[in-house]
């Protein structure tokens, strides 16, 4: 179809013509194809701008480290996916695809100016140019910065997709289905190990997939390929996760995996997610990784059609594409000879290979098969530049002398250049798995050295070359993970197999390695050779702050194809030795995740549980708005006819005060404690007395942690001798079941006593206002009500409506009050029948909001509201409820050091504003004089602030240092428009004394 | 107007898949070996002193959910006759004996894909051979807590609290739209 | 996420637990009878090893019980765990508070 395809191989299917636009032109390709792969075949080699000085970049690689062809993906306004690489980009029909980081195009970019300013854009040239003035930084320079440098758009509309996530569990988790990988597979399988091999690409299959001409035990590769996969997939012990990148080592041989299940269809089906994150517990982990091609820093090794030789290979055996028509070859390794003898074949004219690697090497099977094809080879090379805006059309070649001296050489004209500096073993994951790294002077590259997890690599990714070799190591290490001995099998195999053979790489020679012109080395982040020179230089010595200061090895591509060459850079600078150098950290994730695998099904409403109580449904017909209390939807209000939420909550606070008013508390922590030593536990948990409570009366109860402070406070009512029932705040009841339980198992372990949750098994309707009796008294026929019989606080069990019920006489609103408890599942109908009886006395459901109001006029606090963790008993104006001839209780200690007893600490107070129109910020801030310029001298703040219907006027309370000593003094509020003066007063603001309680 | 009133739980939709199960009596017994001695005869079936273990006897389950804890499950219609016979055959041993009958909703995960459902948003190996029928634990299910017990190969009983159901249902539909219909 | 050796379940995910701070530091009989600095550092003072860690653990959403682990804090690798009221397993170099 074009000159660049060609007639036939590969493991395209060309009876599919897929169609795909890029920068909105329209190409083809084939079914089997990526984005790269098809552009290159179309002679496309610009594919993107770099990031920093917005030079034209083309394809380095063909697998997951490219560093170069960052491209957005676009499926409709809310799917573009940013920052993809072309080459993991699988091609369907319709694809629409664009380049980054230009304006206004690719080939006229103006950002490109960067380029022309490179020599004064150095490493730490923002540090550096744009400290000062610092507000400048983050107001002026940084978002330019930002918005010169940068990569994709992230699109603005919510993801439409959904993401799912699974745990996994097996005996072996193999990473990486190249040779090593099926081989290790294979073997562990046949113990009847559950086993999951996961790779990166769509097809399984690795180094394989681009080698076509090898032979794998007498037979092609790509029979043994296929027969080994229809194995493993036959066996229903193991799992094969084709498009699943491991991305992450987590402790205890847990890896995180990610499966790309639609991004290769043309038409996702509706019923699959997006992507599944897969949370792999394995018993061993089989790292079969592979290597990563290593590319050679030269002057203008960045131009498009600069591409490592590698790659080409997989462009031509793979895809079916020729990637130019002429190339140069530079040769840091034996492998780049084999690309070029078979590109040559392929019909790719080969100008020169230039051989750069150190005087003194041994010819590999890949150079005398160059030298045997007749190619051109010049030794003792290196190269001075290249030539071409858009794409490389020229490398002009050095002659290193035997002195070090280098002489220019001849200029070849060419579209492509293969480079090879040897192939780094993709130690990654090890690396994260705190594992340590050795390095091999042989191979010029670190290799996993001592685990700590149960893992092992095997194959190239730790260094062992060669096909044979690597599928024995990799049958050796599946064998040895799945607890068998090594499998006796020895693999053959014959051909010559690129990268997979022989000694895989050589570290290039020093003198080529700091040119005077740009030589890129971390191509992504625009880093070059000079930029490390320059922070040796400098002074920074550990390679962690070379790596901070010039940012190499910091994109997205986490320095895959640029760590080794920077580490040896540094260290020829340094005259140290690579392992002297050091490393940086490997961090997760392997390439980038995308924040929906990550987030899962945690979105939207499933974001985290939603809890509802038995009368939601019924709230939520009535027009109730609801607020998140915790993970609770409580009704905050009920409107009528339009009313905002000011007009609801005066008329429901005034039925309450009135009439009578119902609300549903069910949202209460239950904690039910029984046992012998039951009244015993509570003595020493909370501050209250305990003992002298009677059989079915209640009290309001404190709970302290043992440094002294409010940690929780809730109704505590007594139904038998060795039996209560605590109530605890909303939010409060996990930690405070959790705080009794550790109590009891690990402190008082004398006492008989045990705890149960009845949170739900209880739903709970307060019934308050002077005509909460009448209502009740319709319901209830078997419990006198009358205040002589069912004081306050007096606790009672009968039925209502026929439901057995537990009804506390209790009041947070200051009036006659009931909170009525029934089985949770007759909560909807006791809620309706409870509503029915009080029509005719004008019941009226309240919400949360009305709720803070009636108790705030009462001044009762909330804790975590009117309390922030650091307020003790005396401070929240509860010290009354101490019982006071006990010995100990968790926290009394505490309260006896001299600064919890100080009287300058904050204590609870009302606040009133002169001008009763005035409702209080909660969190104001309050100042003892008016005018003051900051920093003002601030001695506490608003805690609780609302409009009393009742009072006619605004309340609040707050907590003030020595508040109580100050009551009847004007304090001030500051806010943007002026001090607002307010006068402390009693937190007790409505029926001071509490007569309409006890109605 | 008592007989009228209803019991109303948090919905379970009925599925090829997922089972509503039958409202039911359900006690949390804390103790030690008298107290689990003195149920075992009023109750009709001994809590299992192995961890994370289901006995059963007829319609009626103990449940081990710690060493000091099981979970009495019985038929709703039992409820009477247990609230009587349990506190009589506990008195005068140390014990805790909580009705938590309107705590829990249960419903069934089963069929051939039980297991992956569950194992969507349930961190534990739930493979036969690892979680064998008859394993009862609480464990969690994305971010809810649940009870999860195999009553079979290709079934599991859970218990969530009543709050918690919808949640739990909800990300297990959204995982069964993976399924062949 | 870490695997828990849950003394009363076996093995089980992180998930299930909840960390419970450093192990063995017992409340005082009579805490009316501690001076203040008894009484900060049993309250506020903790250890921060570099090594092996006796810590608590609740497996709350489990058994519900609290136990103690040996954990080596530069590895996240346990060396034991056991049960609360028992004494870390002998030849431990576990650090224990006064």
């Known amino acids: 179809m074009t000159e660049f395809r060609t007639e036939r191989g590969g493991r395209v299917d060309r009876s599919r013509v897929l169609r795909f636009t890029f920068d909105g032109r329209a190409y083809t390709g084939f079914a089997g194809d990526t984005l790269a792969s098809a552009l290159l075949a179309n002679g496309v080699q610009l594919l993107g701008r770099s990031f920093k000085y917005h030079r034209p970049r083309g394809l380095l690689a063909a697998g997951s480290e490219e560093p170069n062809a960052l491209v957005t993906v676009i499926r409709d306004a809310a799917r573009r996916t940013p920052n993809v690489r072309a080459t993991t980009v699988e091609l369907y029909d319709g694809l629409v695809a664009e380049s980054q980081n230009r304006w206004p195009s690719l080939s006229f970019d103006l950002g490109a100016i960067n380029n022309l300013l490179s020599p004064v854009l150095p490493a730490g040239f923002y540090n550096k140019t744009f400290m000062w003035p610092r507000s400048a930084w983050f107001a002026l320079y940084e978002p330019r910065i930002r918005a010169a440098a940068g990569l994709g758009v992230a699109p603005t509309l919510p993801d439409p997709d959904r993401y799912a996530q699974r745990y996994a569990h097996c005996e072996v988790l193999v990473v990486g289905a190249g040779p090593a990988g099926l081989a290790a597979a294979t073997a562990a399988a046949a113990t009847g190990a559950r086993v999951i091999l996961c790779d990166e690409q769509a097809e399984l299959g690795g180094a394989l997939l681009a080698e076509p001409d090898t032979e794998i035990d007498g037979r092609p590769a790509g029979d043994w390929l296929a027969a080994t996969v229809a194995a493993l997939r036959a066996n229903p012990r193991v799992t094969l996760l084709a498009r699943t990148t491991a991305f992450g080592y987590f402790p205890h041989n847990n890896v995180g995996l990610v499966e790309r299940l639609t991004d290769h269809l043309e038409s996702p089906p509706a019923a699959l997610p997006r992507e599944r994150l897969w949370q792999v517990r394995a018993r061993e982990v089989v790292l079969a990784t592979g290597a990563i091609e290593r590319p050679l820093p030269f002057p203008g090794n960045d131009r498009p059609g600069v591409m490592l030789a590698g790659a080409a290979r997989t462009y031509l055996h793979r895809f079916g594409v020729r990637v130019g028509r002429r190339a140069v070859v530079v040769a840091g390794c034996d492998a780049a000879f084999q690309a070029a003898v078979e590109l040559s074949r392929a019909g790719v004219a080969i100008a020169v290979i230039a051989d750069v690697r150190a005087p003194g090497q041994v010819a590999g099977p890949g150079e005398q098969a160059a030298r045997a094809a007749g190619l051109a080879v010049e030794t003792n090379a290196t190269v001075l530049g290249t030539r071409g805006r858009l794409r490389v059309s020229q490398v002009l070649l050095g002659r290193v002398g035997p002195d070090g001296a280098v002489t220019p050489g001849a200029s070849h004209a060419c579209d492509v250049v293969l480079m090879s500096g040897g192939y780094t073993p993709s130690v990654h994951l090890h690396s994260q798995s705190r594992g340590k790294l050795a390095y091999d002077d042989a191979l010029g590259a670190f290799v996993p050295a001592a685990p700590a997890e149960r893992t092992r690599s095997a194959g190239m990714a730790r260094g062992v070359a060669g096909l044979a070799a690597g599928l024995d190591d990799g049958a050796a290490a599946g064998a040895a993970a799945a607890g068998a001995h090594a499998a006796t099998h020895r693999h053959s195999s014959r051909g010559l197999d690129g990268g997979l053979a022989g000694r895989p790489g050589a570290p290039p020679q020093p003198a080529a390695l700091v040119p005077p012109a740009k030589a890129f080395v971390d191509f992504q982040n625009d880093v070059t050779t000079r930029d490390l020179a320059l922070a040796r230089r400098e002074g920074f010595e550990s390679i962690e702050h070379i790596k901070r200061y010039t940012t190499t090895g910091m994109a997205t591509d986490q320095g895959k194809t640029s760590g080794l060459n920077a580490l040896a850079i540094v260290a020829s600078e340094s005259e140290r030795r690579v392992p002297e150098v050091g490393l940086t950290t490997f961090r997760m994730p392997f390439t980038p995740v995308t924040f929906g695998s990550l987030a899962g099904v945690a979105r939207g409403d499933a974001f985290d549980p939603v809890r509802r109580t038995p009368s939601h449904a019924w709230a939520a017909a009535r027009g109730a708005v609801f607020e998140d209390v915790g993970l609770w939807k409580r009704a905050r209000y009920f409107p009528v006819n339009g009313e905002d939420m000011h007009a609801a909550v005066n008329r429901e606070c005034l039925a309450v005060r009135r009439g009578v008013g119902m609300f549903d508390a069910s949202t209460l922590g239950k904690i039910e404690v029984v046992g012998k030593d039951a009244a015993t536990f509570l003595n020493r948990l909370y501050i209250n007395n305990w003992s002298n409570l009677g059989v079915q009366r209640s009290r309001y109860g404190i709970l302290l942690r043992d440094d002294g402070f409010v940690y929780d406070d809730g109704v505590i009512a007594r139904l038998a001798e060795d039996r209560f029932h605590v109530t605890t705040t909303t939010g409060g009841a996990a930690r405070v079941f959790a705080m009794m339980e550790d109590f009891l198992q690990t402190e008082w372990t004398d006492l008989s006593v045990w705890i149960t949750s009845t949170t739900e098994q209880w739903a709970v309707v307060a019934v308050q206002g002077p005509r909460a009796r009448d209502v009740l008294a319709r319901l209830v026929t078997d419990v006198d009500l009358s205040a002589a019989a069912l004081p306050h606080m007096a606790v009672a069990r009968g039925r209502i409506a026929g439901v057995p019920m537990l009804l506390f006489r209790v009041s947070f609103s200051g009036e006659l009050g009931f909170e009525v408890n029934v089985p949770a599942d007759y909560g909807a109908e006791v809620w309706a029948a409870i509503h029915e009886a009080g029509r005719e006395f004008g019941i009226t459901p309240y919400g949360t909001e009305a709720m803070h109001v009636l108790r705030a006029e009462k001044g009762y606090i909330i804790v975590g509201q009117d309390t922030d963790g650091t307020m003790t008993p005396d401070d929240a104006a509860v010290a009354w409820a101490i019982g006071k001839q006990k010995p100990d209780f968790v926290g009394k200690r505490s309260l006896e050091r001299p600064t919890m007893k100080h009287p300058q600490r904050k204590q609870l107070v009302g606040l009133e504003t002169l001008d009763p129109r005035i409702v209080l910020e909660e969190g104001a801030q309050i100042v003892a004089t008016r005018d003051q310029r900051p920093p003002m001298k601030m001695i506490g703040h608003v805690t609780s602030s609302y409009h009393s219907a009742v009072l006619g006027r605004s309340i609040a309370l707050g907590v003030v240092a020595g508040g109580r000593a100050r009551s009847g003094e004007t304090l001030y509020v500051p806010m943007p428009g002026g001090d607002i003066p307010v006068k402390v007063v009693s937190p007790v603001f409505y029926d001071r004394e509490g007569a309409r309680l006890n109605g | 107007m008592a007989d009228m009133l209803k019991r109303t739980s948090p919905p379970v939709a009925s599925r090829p898949w997922l089972a509503p199960l039958p409202a039911a009596t359900r006690y949390s017994l804390r103790g030690g070996a008298e107290a689990r001695a003195a149920v075992a005869a009023a109750f009709g079936v001994e809590p299992p002193t192995q961890a994370c273990r289901a006995a059963s006897r007829g319609a009626r389950s103990a449940l081990w959910l710690g060493p000091d804890e099981h979970l009495l499950i019985a038929p709703e219609s039992d409820g009477a006759t247990l609230a009587t016979a349990l506190p009589a055959a506990l008195a005068g041993v140390p014990h805790s004996l909580v009705d938590v009958s309107h705590r829990q909703v249960a419903f069934e995960v089963r069929g051939p894909h039980a297991e992956w459902l569950l194992a969507h948003g349930c961190p534990l190996d739930l493979d036969v051979a690892a979680f064998p029928v008859g394993m009862c634990t609480r464990t969690v299910f994305v971010k809810a807590e649940v009870l999860l017990w195999r009553t079979a190969d290709d079934r599991f009983r859970i218990e969530t609290w009543r709050s918690f159901t919808d949640y739990v249902i909800t990300l297990l539909a959204e995982t069964a739209l993976e399924l062949p219909a | ?98």
């Open chain 3, 1 to 98: 996420m870490l695997i828990i050796d849950c003394p009363y379940c076996g093995p089980r995910p992180e998930l299930e637990f909840a960390h419970g701070g450093q192990a063995h530091i017992a409340r005082p009989a009579d805490p009316s009878q501690t001076t203040d600095d008894e009484w900060t550092e049993y309250l506020y003072l903790r250890v921060n090893t570099k090594g092996v860690y006796a810590e608590r653990w609740r497996h709350a959403r489990g058994c519900g019980r609290f136990f103690n682990a040996l954990r080596d804090t530069t590895t996240d690798q346990f060396l034991a765990t056991y049960r609360s009221g028992e004494k870390p397993p002998v030849g431990s170099a576990a650090r224990s508070a006064p």
